[in-house]
């Protein structure tokens, strides 16, 4: 009896040591995917700020053609977008960086 006990609590520590690698190899990825996370949202940005910067130049350009002078551009939103993709480099790069120093493959 007290043998198989001792092989129940051998077991059951086994699990458990296990499930504690498991939830501290996801703790150690936490970051990995807060900035990944933030990534995604720079991807939806840049796009929303894309299509409102071609939107504009369409509304510039039809009002041009009515022969008024619009009094909006979309120089500021075309250099927030490419800020927006210097921003996203430098994100990819810090996120590879630490993909390789997380022990990824």
């Known amino acids: 009896?007290?043998?198989y006990t001792a092989a129940?609590?051998?077991?059951?520590?086994?699990k458990l040591a296990e499930f504690e690698a498991k939830e501290?190899?996801?703790?150690?990825?936490?970051?990995?995917?807060e900035l990944e996370a933030k990534l995604h949202e720079m991807y939806?940005?840049?796009d929303?700020?894309?299509t409102a910067a071609s939107y504009?130049?369409?509304?510039?350009?039809?009002?041009?053609?009515l022969d008024m002078t619009p009094e909006f551009t979309s120089d500021l939103l075309w250099e927030y977008s490419s800020e927006i993709?210097?921003?996203?480099?430098?994100?990819e790069k810090e996120l590879n960086?630490?993909?390789v120093e997380l022990g990824g493959e």
């Open 24 to 33: 501290a190899m996801k703790e150690k990825w936490i970051p990995y995917r």
């Open 1 to 3: 009896m007290e043998e």
């Open 85 to 91: 993709d210097e921003l996203m480099e430098k994100t």
């Open 44 to 46: 939806r940005v840049k």
């Open 56 to 65: 504009t130049d369409e509304a510039s350009e039809k009002a041009q053609n």
């Open 97 to 99: 960086e630490l993909y």
């Open 48 to 50: 929303t700020v894309d």
């Open 8 to 14: 129940l609590v051998e077991a059951k520590l086994r």
